[in-house]
């Protein structure tokens, strides 16, 4: 197989007619970003409106002060509408440039241009679920799969629910041979929902908690359906802790990473001569648990433990 090109032309007609690797003009961003009408909006301008009627010479006084301070409001208010005019969105709009610039790349086949450009996205910082997935198409199609499956699963880090993510997530794992972690009985049960939806439904439940609480103590008689309520929230919010603390420190949980070198050898010791424990091919799980100098020591697949060099693997979340 030529890896310089990705896999032969045969294996790609295959994959394409099957829809498993979609072109990316399908995948832009599903959510633009930011414009400055956006912004006029978020920072509305009210016009200050002139009192009727006659006054007193001394309430026309009175009034001298409010009315700076409302021409002080508007002032900054302006200020604020030229600044979102002005440094975001041309920032915005480089950012959509240099996306569009990187998904062109692709589409004419100059994935190493792609790479770069989609790189240079994450690096400023101004990622997301589609930007991860665009570069593991790149990767992939340059035969990287290790980096592929690496950027397909921060894409799913982001939007779990990604449907072509975890399609060609699965593709790459097929063609580098990848071995994955087991994850737990628990820890696949828990995995119908993300951390950020856990934690939201454990604030929901604590405020239910606290008010139902509240009310119990200066309630004259004790309602049965308040403790109810408390019952079923104190559940939920314990429930939700459980799953958060779970998710984190889980396989797929915040060490989690992606094998992105070569012919890696996860050894019982910190040097290169030690015994092998297990051959990880690219794209190969590891759980982080801890780093001596150059090497990391890591839970593998197949219940197994030992050393990699820290350069060999990068982490999921960034």
């Known amino acids: 197989m030529n ?3 990705g896999f032969n032309h045969r294996t790609f007609s295959i994959l394409g007619s099957a829809g498993m690797l979609p072109a990316v ?16 909006e978020e920072c509305p301008i009210h016009n200050a409106k002139e ?49 569009a610039k990187a998904n062109q790349d692709y589409a004419q086949n100059n994935f190493k241009e792609a790479i770069s450009g989609y ?10 679920a589609n930007v991860f997935y665009n570069l593991g198409n790149a990767y992939f199609r ?32 097929d ?13 696949r049960y828990l995995q119908f929902a993300s951390i950020n939806q856990y934690v939201i439904t454990a604030t929901v439940a604590f405020w239910l908690v606290l008010f139902c609480v509240v009310g119990l103590i200066f309630a004259r008689r004790r309602s049965a359906a308040i403790i109810a309520v408390l019952i079923v929230s104190l559940l939920v919010f314990g429930i939700a802790i459980l799953a958060i603390y779970e998710l984190d420190q889980g396989s797929k949980g915040r060490a989690l990473a992606v094998v992105t070198g070569k012919d890696v050898q996860a ?52």
Not at 71 to 83: E, G, M, N, Y
Not at 119 to 128: D, H, I, M, N, P
């Open 267 to 318: 050894r019982i010791a910190t040097a290169d001569t030690a015994n092998s424990v297990l051959a990880l091919p690219p794209g190969s799980e590891i759980k982080i648990l801890s780093t001596r100098g150059d090497w990391v020591y890591a839970a593998l697949p197949n219940n197994l433990r030992g050393w990699i060099p820290e350069k060999s693997a990068e982490q999921v979340r960034l």
């Open 142 to 173: 340059a035969g990287d799969f290790g980096r592929a499956i690496l950027n397909y699963e921060r894409a799913l880090a982001l939007e779990r629910h990604h449907p072509e993510a975890k399609a060609n997530l699965q593709i790459a794992r």
């Open 25 to 40: 003009r399908g995948i832009l961003p599903r959510t633009p970003r930011g414009s400055y009408e956006a912004a006029k």
């Open 175 to 187: 063609e580098a041979r990848a071995l994955e972690l087991q994850q737990s009985w628990l820890e």
């Open 3 to 5: 890896t310089g090109k």
């Open 119 to 128: 790189e240079t996205l994450v690096r400023s910082g101004q990622w997301s």
């Open 51 to 99: 009192p009727s009627g006659n006054m007193p010479d001394g309430a026309s006084n009175m009034l001298a002060l409010p009315k700076a301070r409302q021409l002080a409001s508007l002032l900054s208010r302006v200020i604020i509408v030229v600044c979102c005019a002005f440094f975001v969105s041309p920032v915005f709009a480089q950012s959509d440039a240099e996306f």
